[in-house]
């Protein structure tokens, strides 16, 4: 390669982002299929109506490499321009996969950023270390529970707030289905589970945050925060499929001393591989943990994707923080040693339901929840 050459390549690395499609098609149509995704996904046009020169050199997508997977699947590799993103998340997704997310036979696998786009979205603010340090966790897994289900008043929402500080649990988070309802306002659940928490007794040592869960248009989660914030609350829940992706990454932006836990809700809906949506870009956008379904549970994900996710989100990528796997979804406390064998220490794990299915007994199952983990830590 000359000097000119290499330039070249190196300007090209810099300025474009490749996404990675699996496509189902037969080998004598992929070619052109590949073709029409590029110019779907860039132009949306027929490149002969383009005269600028600047536009068909630069703009248009471009189809880098077709690979024969199997069984009629090829993975296809566009590079495109980052010039078109302009550092919007909505923009970025509309790129991706925006019209040919409509075709049925296309999944957008993956996708190969440039250093300096992923340096403008940032990543997580705090990330595994500050979620620890929070709680004050040390090196060891972080323990999770959820207040369920919508329907309670926020006084009963408090009292189980209280049975999971008295069992020890680091995150205390609402479930994804409590929004601003009238049987439980934002601000009144706040309100009460805040000073129910202030007063429970806990394991010494033991700092648990309530993770309470954003909801509505921008205003509204912009006005919910700032109720939290005022009652001493430093992480939030949200959902970037429902809020929006543009959403989500703006709140992180405006509000840096703040974590923010991603919700999957919607993400199956989209033909994204959940490596990349969940774990890849969830933690661009800034997502300083993000729960997903855990194989065994309560959704068809595989031990394989769910290893997938836990890479993408911890991987060493351009120097962001990593954030943090909550693998969960019908899990229970007897999976405990299975999932920290499987995922290490480096995860956040979410138990549910079948924590308050001990009704009664929810301290005693709860602690008995920790003492899971930290013999994981000790063993």
């Known amino acids: 390669m000359t000097p000119s050459e290499s330039d070249q390549a190196f300007a090209f690395v810099r300025s474009f982002l490749q996404a990675s499609y699996r496509v189902r098609c037969d080998a004598r149509s992929i070619e052109s299929r590949a073709r029409a995704i590029a110019v779907e996904q860039s132009v949306e046009m027929p490149l002969a109506a383009i005269e600028d020169a600047f536009v068909l050199s630069e703009i248009v997508g471009r ?51 440039p250093r300096e786009l992923v340096a403008a979205f940032g990543g997580p603010r705090h990330g595994l270390r500050e979620l620890r340090r929070r709680v004050g966790a040390g090196a060891r897994a972080l323990s999770c529970a959820a207040l369920k289900p919508q329907g309670l008043t926020p006084a009963k929402l408090a009292d189980l707030a209280c049975r999971f500080v008295a069992g020890g649990i680091d995150y205390i988070k609402d479930d994804h289905g409590l929004a601003d309802q009238g049987y439980s306002r934002f601000a009144a659940r706040v309100e009460a589970i805040v000073a129910a928490m202030r007063t429970a007794s806990s394991p010494s040592n ?7 869960n954003l909801s509505g248009d921008l205003d509204r989660m912009r006005r919910q925060i700032a109720v939290a914030v005022d009652m001493g609350i430093d992480t939030f829940l949200m959902a970037p499929m429902i809020t929006g992706l543009s959403n989500f990454h703006q709140l992180v932006k405006e509000s840096p001393r703040l974590a923010f836990i991603a919700h999957p809700t919607m993400a199956g809906a989209a033909r994204f591989a959940p490596s990349l949506l969940i774990g890849k870009l969830f933690r661009l956008l800034g997502a300083d943990a993000v729960i997903f379904p855990n194989h065994g549970g309560r959704f068809g994900y595989s031990p394989e994707t769910c290893r997938a996710i836990a890479r993408a989100a911890r991987a060493e990528w351009n120097g962001l923080r990593p954030t943090v ?16 064998e499987f995922y290490g220490a480096d995860i956040m794990l979410l138990i549910g339901g079948a924590l308050l299915a001990a009704r009664e007994r929810l301290v005693e199952e709860t602690a008995a929840f920790v003492a899971e983990i930290e013999r994981y830590r000790h063993g």
Request: charged fraction near 25%; aromatic fraction near 6%; proline fraction near 5%.
């Open 206 to 212: 033991r700092r648990a945050r309530y993770v309470p």
């Open 63 to 113: 189809v880098v490499a077709i690979e024969d997977i199997e069984n009629g699947v090829f993975e296809v590799r566009i590079a495109f321009s980052t010039e078109t993103i302009g550092e919007d998340a909505g923009q970025l997704i509309n790129i991706l996969f925006g019209n040919t997310s409509l075709h049925e036979d296309v999944v957008l696998h993956d996708v190969e950023f």
């Open 325 to 340: 796997p909550v693998p969960a979804g019908g899990m229970s406390r007897d999976r405990v040693p299975e999932m920290l």
